[in-house]
C-alpha cells in the first residue's frame, strides 16, 4: 500500500455507510477519496481523515483539480466511533459540525 498502513478509520466508514445509508447513496473510494454519486451522477468528493490528520499536498492538488471541473469537495474529521463529525467544504474552507444522524442527513441531501 506504500507509505502508510490500512487505515481502519476508511474501513469502519465503509461498514458505516453501507448500513445507514445502503440504497439510498451508493459510495466508490478512489485512492482513499470517496465519490457520492446519486443517479449515475457524481455530486461530491469527499475525503475522511482522522481526527488529528492535516491536508496534504498531494491532497490539495487532487482537491483543486476535483474542484476545477465542478466538482464539490468535502474534508471530513472524524473518529472509528462515528459519534461527530467536522466537514469542511474545500472550495470555501468553512467548517461544520454534526453528529452522526445530522451527517447523515447531510450527506443524504447533497
Known sequence: MGK???SHLLDKYS???YQK???RCTLTDIDR????VRDNKVVCAIDIKESFAPVTKTQIVVYDYFE???LPVYTIWTE???TWFKVQRWST???ESYTEGEYANWI???
Do not use: A, N, Q, R
Request: hydrophobic share 40%.
Open 108 to 110: 443524504e441531501t447533497l
Open 33 to 36: 477519496i470517496w465519490v457520492e
Open 93 to 95: 474552507k468553512k467548517i
Open 21 to 23: 445509508l445502503s440504497g
Open 4 to 6: 502508510y498502513p490500512p
Open 68 to 70: 476545477s471541473l465542478g
Open 15 to 17: 461498514d458505516w455507510h
Open 80 to 82: 472509528i466511533g462515528f
